[in-house]
């Protein structure tokens, strides 16, 4: 199958969603599917480039000057965009968001009757929080940001979410379509609960105490503050099971 994947975020950028379009590009190009990945360019040019077994053409695009994201500006490229998307004639369309790029490549697509699914990994609430706004302002943002985003994906042809608690926020936004929840999706070859996690612990010199890794950026909607009262009241209860076994 000839796949497009359209995305507002890719490598090198370092954020979830960027991973996330990568991972599932590449995995899709080694099943022998055909794949054309339309991302925002690593500078202000158009740019095509092969990776992994994967087409990647970028759109000129400007920087933001925040964790190396870059926003396309599809209007100025968009007799490459149709002559790429014309030249690679997809079977199907996957955007992973709602924003100018992914908006103008749908526009396209669905004007030559090819399927478009949809994948949401934008939620307002993650992003408003940083502005600091008096909470009524942010509050009405948050409601305007959310009916931009589900009204651009109620025109698609079928709508995804990794987890369900985004598919629930979703339809209590006023989200009327189906929501199919689809995980990301974890690599087994490399994250395994049967690996010794001891080797780990030597490697790196630390206790023989219950551990945990966190990879990701210490931002609100990480919730890391969650995980560590866990661990806190996991190792509350193994130190109590050890001291009952003790007493027997």
Not at 207 to 227: Q, S, Y
Request: proline content about 5%; charged content about 20%; glycine content about 4%.
């Amino acid at each position: 199958m000839r796949i497009l994947i359209v995305a507002d975020t890719y490598p090198p950028q370092v954020n979830g969603a960027a991973q996330f379009t990568y991972r599932l590009a590449r995995a899709l190009a080694e099943r022998s599917h055909d794949l054309l990945v339309i991302v925002p360019s690593r500078s202000w040019h158009n740019e095509q480039y092969q990776q992994h077994g994967v087409l990647v053409v970028g759109i000129a695009s400007v920087s933001l000057y925040v964790n190396n994201m870059r926003v396309a500006l599809p209007a100025l490229s968009q007799n490459f965009i149709v002559k790429t998307i014309e030249a690679f004639a997809p079977d199907m369309t996957h955007v992973q968001g709602h924003f100018w790029l992914s908006r103008a490549v749908v526009k396209l697509v669905q004007n030559k009757n090819i399927p478009v699914i949809g994948t949401n990994h934008f939620m307002p609430d993650n992003l408003t929080h940083y502005l600091h706004l008096p909470v009524l302002i942010e509050r009405w943002l948050n409601k305007k940001l959310w009916q931009q985003c589900y009204s651009f994906f109620e025109s698609l042809d079928a709508v995804t979410t990794p987890t369900n608690k985004a598919a629930e926020l979703f339809t209590q936004h006023g989200f009327h379509k189906p929501v199919q929840v689809i995980s990301n999706g974890i690599d087994l070859k490399t994250f395994n609960p049967n690996y010794d996690p001891t080797l780990l612990k030597k490697k790196y010199h630390l206790p023989d105490k219950l551990t945990a890794l966190v990879v990701g950026r210490l931002d609100r909607e990480k919730n890391i503050d969650i995980i560590i009262r866990s661990i806190d009241r996991k190792s509350t209860r193994l130190n109590s099971s050890h001291t009952d076994i003790s007493r027997m």
